[in-house]
């Protein structure tokens, strides 16, 4: 209901933007508020709907009198930032985190001429409806769950938004079909190659859509869902016989490359894998103990989170179109 009134009102700020001088302003000197905490509501319906997420904002402005020490005149301060989150989200509801985003951005830019820059990050928390032991959907109940998703917009003065969605969080894990060998050795390598191991990681990943003009919620959702399922699908491979990750950065450049091919809406794939390390116990410490070698046992690790090893990689379109 409210998504067409968003989208006609988002339309009528970008032509209502007054004009103002290029934007020559670094991030530098962004300021902003961080951590704004929301939860919205909606009771519509007899099944209510929630979304939960924590909103950071920043803003640059057209001079820099503020650092100069001449004056706070142009400072719209944080406080007021946050403000204004709680006042768009009563006012117009949350359709989802990309079109929260771009509302604020917009907002922003057309309330306050001198402001060149806005930006506008968005974590948004997993919750899914309490099902009943008969199997029945809660009207009212949720239960947190899941990998969170994420938003980024950046609004400069005149120009088209950058619009990012994501996913932060989302844990994955197999425990066949992944390998370590063959890597650098030299007198400062301690580490053995690994012919079968537990891989496992935190995917943080940021895909940034080419153009965002006539995209909505549903099209922010699909190309969410779609990720996921590209992520897994690369991650784990079919479920009989799963796929091989001989190479940890191979499997990231594929499912970076998965994401591009199932969405031409998208420009680039951002992706940070850390290690999730796991160690088989070594019960050869225990002789005295019997019965701790027997091959019908399942296997013991320990599960290390730092020091960690961290992948990181960008895969643009036009990358993939020269592979």
């Known amino acids: 209901m409210l998504l067409p009134m968003l989208v006609t009102w988002l339309a009528s700020l970008a032509c209502a933007v007054p004009s103002s001088q290029p934007d020559e302003y670094s991030s530098a000197r962004e300021y902003g508020k961080r951590g704004i905490k929301l939860l919205y509501v909606n009771k ?133 079909k992944s390998s370590h060998v063959g890597f650098w050795k030299d007198k400062y390598t301690t580490l053995e190659d690994a012919y079968d191991r537990i891989l496992s990681t935190l995917v943080e990943a940021t895909w940034k859509f080419t153009d965002n003009l006539y995209m909505d919620k549903g099209q922010f959702t699909k190309s969410f869902d779609a990720a996921i399922l590209s992520i897994e699908k690369i991650f784990f491979g079919p479920a009989d016989e799963g796929r091989q990750s001989t190479l940890v950065q191979e499997t990231q450049r594929a499912a970076q490359a998965e994401i591009l091919r199932g969405n031409s809406l998208v420009e680039s794939v951002f992706m940070s894998w850390p290690n999730r390390h796991y160690f088989l116990v070594d019960f050869t410490r225990f002789p005295d103990v019997e019965g701790l070698n027997e091959a019908t046992q399942g296997e013991v690790y320990l599960g290390t989170d730092n020091p960690r090893g961290v992948i990181a990689s960008t895969l643009h379109r036009d990358d993939l179109m020269m592979q």
Do not use: C
Not at 61 to 73: F, K, P, Q, T, W
Not at 86 to 93: D, E, L, Q, T, W
Not at 153 to 158: E, F, L, Q, T
């Open 44 to 176: 519509e319906d007899k099944f209510h709907q929630i979304m939960e997420m924590t909103v950071d904002t920043g803003l640059v402005l057209n001079n820099d009198e503020e650092y100069r020490g001449v004056s706070l005149a142009g400072v719209v301060a944080t406080d007021t930032q946050k403000n204004i989150v709680y006042i768009m989200a009563k006012k117009f509801g949350v359709e989802g985190p990309e079109v929260f985003a771009l509302l604020l951005a917009n907002f922003f830019l057309a309330e306050y001429p001198h402001v060149v820059r806005a930006r506008v990050n968005i974590v948004q928390a997993a919750w899914s409806r309490h099902t009943d032991s008969a199997g029945r959907n809660h009207t009212h109940g949720f239960v947190g769950e899941g990998p969170e998703r994420t938003a980024r917009v950046i609004k400069h003065r005149n120009r088209p938004a950058e619009v990012s969605g994501g996913v932060s969080n989302f844990k994955i894990l197999k425990t066949a």
